[in-house]
């Protein structure tokens, strides 16, 4: 079990928690929603639950809920900027299907 950080997304995570002077991490979940079933619901993480599931790299804690664990396991977390637009991207290999907007997923 594993979530992955890029290079740019692991600095994106460091830099925003510098600026904002507090956080422990990213946290990273699904939610049900969309055409295809599943959504990405990413925030930085303030705390920790008990049952979160907890990974670390490029020395940024990721936090995971465990229901939302199947779903994204072995994700890769990137973060890209194009022109002036800029977002966290996801290479999950438990995808099986995306909507046509990109915004949803199913497994």
Partial sequence: MAILLTDAAAE???SFIASRGHGLGLRLGVRKTGCSGFAYVIN???DAVASDHVF???GVKVFVDPESLPYIDGTEV???KQ???EAFK???PNVTGECGCGESFNV
């Fill in 56 to 58: 670390e790299d490029h």
């Fill in 90 to 92: 996801f290479r999950n």
């Fill in 83 to 85: 022109g002036l637009n």
């Fill in 44 to 46: 930085y993480a303030d």
């Fill in 78 to 80: 990137d973060f890209v």
């Fill in 12 to 14: 994106r995570v460091r």
